[in-house]
């Protein structure tokens, strides 16, 4: 093919394609936070594959790891059957991340991807409990296929089902009715009221900080009130940190800073460690009721994953990871703060906590005409929320602050010259 030609993919591939349209060039070569073009063009990546790349492209160790594995002809493909690879996994996976924090689990594999670890989650909720209603929440996103939409937010999203989407209700997230703390106690109010329509739930489904619903981070209160009304009404706390999770807000799980201990947890994208297809779902040993094949994949024994899943975790044996990201974080949202107040023409607000963070505009298409100057002068940024309102810094957790640095610089840059043409439009 040509360079940069992207005629073989609007002939060929569905109209479903996305983020080509977004980043319409060729992609050939990736390193660390970079990637290159067909014209050797060089991209910085505030994108991260949506976050399965916490640990940015090709990481040297994993991929060492990751040849040698292949070399000796190990196992690629072994459904649940046991495998070395697996077994080092689940040994190191139990000593480096779940020992250290008190965190008591059973690991499932139930697909290489993160719906597949919410269906699983949200099936194994209702066989426990008997119940088949689950709570989630306004801008929640956990999924495509059919369970995981119903307890996604986004219209747009839902609407792809093409049927009625049942068995699940949304209530408000935290601080979706501004300023008013109410959402404790109107969840509460119609889950214990007989006359409110709501049947009690097997379970509550959430992401700490909601990625595709526009980075809206709660307040570590708020989630040990969600942990309250679940215990004291035997209902099942499942936390999403597919997005949030691996470190991206700081801590391995996302919940942690809360020190509240959910049922279930839904892990995927970056556990894999170099963007290779891995899920798991981490079940309280009480709750492991599935039969042997109950729930099954054909693809949920993927060694080549486990290989570099298991190298990933080297990251953790320490917390030199962790407090880098805590210390880059606060200086990407003193950046976002910044902007927000040298250019008040965005009507921005900060958004997200870690290293998911952006900023919420009122101005129509503004974050998605940010995004699009950052792709021009070279830096990869993505949109998130219900109308593409915020635009999204997501980089590498293992960034440098050089590369951080750059990558904001082109932000500024982008923000700069979208809010002079604007003016300008106003103005003309």
Known sequence: MNQNDLSIFNEHESEVRSYVRGFP??????KGYKLWDLDNKEYIDFFSGAGALNYGHN?????????????????????????????????????????????NYKVMFPGPTGTNTVESALKLARKVTGRTNVIS???GFHGMTIGALSVTGNAFKRAGAGMPLQNAVTMPFDNYIQDTNQEIAYMERLIDDNGSGVDKP???????????????????????????????????????????GVGRTGTFFSFEPAGIKPDIVCLSKSIGGYGSPLALTLIHPDYDKFAPGEHNGTFRGNNMAFVTATEALNYWKDDQLEKSVQ?????????????IKKYPAM????????????IASDVEDLSD????KCFEHGLIMETAGPDDEVFKLFPP???????????LAIIEKAIEEVVTEQTDLITS
């Open 25 to 30: 060039t060729v992609f050939h070569e990736a």
């Open 59 to 103: 990481d040297d160790n994993m991929k060492k790891k990751l040849l040698e594995y292949i070399q000796e002809d190990g196992i690629t493909h072994s459904l649940d059957m046991a495998s070395k690879a697996k077994g080092e996994f689940l040994e190191k996976f139990h000593e480096v991340i779940l020992k250290p924090r008190d965190l």
């Open 137 to 139: 929440f306004t801008n």
């Open 202 to 244: 097997a379970a509550i489904i959430l992401e700490t900080v909601q990625g595709e619903g526009g980075l809206n981070a709660a307040r570590m209160e708020w989630l040990k009130e969600v942990e309250r009304v679940c215990r004291e009404r035997d209902i099942l706390l499942i936390i999403d940190d597919v997005q949030a």
């Open 327 to 339: 210390e880059k974080s606060k200086r990407i949202e003193e950046f976002l703060n910044k902007m």
């Open 347 to 358: 009507k921005g607000t900060h958004r997200g906590r870690g290293f998911m963070q952006g």
């Open 369 to 372: 005409k940010i995004a699009g």
């Open 397 to 407: 957790i293992t960034i440098d602050d050089e590369g951080l640095d750059k990558g």
